[in-house]
């Protein structure tokens, strides 16, 4: 595309838009100008490349706009997910899943508070022992159910602040304040895996909780280890993953069926009219720890996106398939990461359906068994009702599905990178 060389395909989950702001380094008026001149040629004047570009307004954008402020002057309104962050933050996550932060993922559980969903390892959190489930009751002394809770938050996100007062309540009722500072933190794309014997069925269980480069040989571990034990069922948890690199997602698919699914299409890519030469197929390979993997289980919530929903979707027509837990977030679509100057510009570009053509899944992917995951047990405790409920489906073909559809719970990511919380699918453009 002339000057432009696009070099990967990205599918992106977006909480708060606002919040990459805080990503945009605070350039010149002039550097302003420029970009929103490039981002106007890149997705409606020259290249054409914004999927929804026939139903947009081709607003130019005005002197000394800001970035973020134009890109919504022309976005859709399905679009939830087209952004412009800081090129070093997203290469530095995209690439080793590092950022800048404390390393606690939040959630709020069926009673409005928030819990731990998970801590990343190695974190200033990790380090001084909280862990998932905790009950988070204050933020430098403002209570969650305070007004200002919110705004608590954004300040100790923004990346001028390195350091934070966190009170928790542990399942045992302890409550303490633990003083933490903002890291270096590596995510783990793998974060709990283990293979669980039932009746006649060895199952493998993993966690899987961002597609990014990094997962790739940590998924090559993990399928060696299923196939030297022999499972022939598998459980992939995806509750808190809210996307990454299409690569992974291929990789991984690869991994549970490639052995006899090969050539398989996984998904389908497809761009507006004027850049259909770009759309392709994505196909199952056949790795050398490739399984053959014939029943899996997922588990979903409305965090689950992207890449996951494509992994869910485009599985579909190939093996068995069934997902518990939540409805997911719903983002078929997919975006470019384009760089210039400082920045990352990624509009939303393509729409991923499966061989079967089924995608548009804009409300999310419905569970076939719903249920309300255990904010205060572990991952891989058996009494976990999302991993009870998948265990007891493989056991008796049926499960007790709560009666009320799932309603859309808050996360929080406790960390200046809006990368994750806005984020990814992640596909190598060739």
Not at 161 to 182: A, C, H, M, V, W
């Amino acid at each position: 595309m002339k000057n432009n060389k696009i070099s990967l395909l990205i599918l992106t989950l977006v909480f708060i838009i606002s919040a990459c702001k805080h990503d945009e380094p605070k350039p010149n008026l002039t550097e302003y100008d420029k970009l929103n001149k490039f981002v106007y040629d890149l997705m409606l004047n020259k290249n054409k490349i914004y999927y929804w570009i026939d139903e947009v307004p081709h607003n130019e954008p005005k002197i000394g706009q800001k970035p973020n402020e134009y890109l919504n002057s022309i976005r859709h309104k399905l679009d939830k997910w087209s952004v412009i962050v800081n090129k070093e933050t997203f290469t530095k996550y995209i690439e080793k899943g590092s950022s800048q932060g404390f390393g606690i993922s939040l959630k709020t559980d069926t009673k409005g508070d928030y819990r731990v969903s998970f801590v990343v390892e190695n974190s200033s959190a990790d380090k001084a022992g909280i862990k998932r489930g905790y009950k988070l009751i204050a933020v430098n002394s403002v209570e969650t159910k305070d007004d200002k809770f919110s705004e608590e938050i954004k300040k100790i996100n923004n990346r001028n602040n390195t350091k934070g007062t966190f009170r928790f309540q542990s399942p045992s009722g302890e409550i303490k304040d633990f003083k933490l500072n903002k890291t270096e933190i590596t995510e783990k794309a793998v974060i709990h895996q283990e293979i669980i014997k039932q009746d006649n069925d060895l199952i493998g269980y993993i966690v899987f909780n961002t597609f990014i480069e990094t997962g790739k040989e940590q998924l090559n571990e993990t399928f060696a280890t299923f196939g030297n034990a022999g499972i022939n069922k598998l459980i992939i948890d995806l509750r808190y993953n809210p996307g990454g690199e299409t690569s992974v997602a291929k990789h991984f698919a690869s991994l549970i069926c490639g052995q006899t699914k090969k050539g398989e299409i996984l998904g389908k890519v497809n761009h507006n009219q004027y850049n259909t030469k770009y759309n392709k197929t994505i196909t199952i390979q056949k790795l050398s720890d490739s399984q053959n993997i014939e029943d899996v289980i997922f588990i979903c919530s409305a965090l689950t996106a992207s890449a996951s929903e494509l992994m869910i979707n485009g599985l579909k027509p190939i093996i068995n398939v069934t997902t518990i837990g939540e409805k997911s977030y719903g983002k078929p679509n997919g975006m470019y990461a384009i760089p210039y100057l400082d920045f990352t510009v990624l509009p939303v570009s393509f729409e991923i359906k499966n061989k079967e053509g089924i995608g548009g899944y804009y409300n999310g992917i419905e569970p076939d068994l719903e249920v309300k995951e255990s904010l205060d047990k572990e991952f891989g405790d058996k009494e976990e009702n999302c991993l009870k409920a998948a265990l007891n489906y493989i056991k008796n073909g049926n499960i007790p599905a709560t009666k009320n559809k799932s309603s859309l719970r808050k996360s929080i990511f406790i960390d200046e990178n809006k990368i994750r919380q806005t984020f990814p699918l992640i596909y190598k453009y060739q």
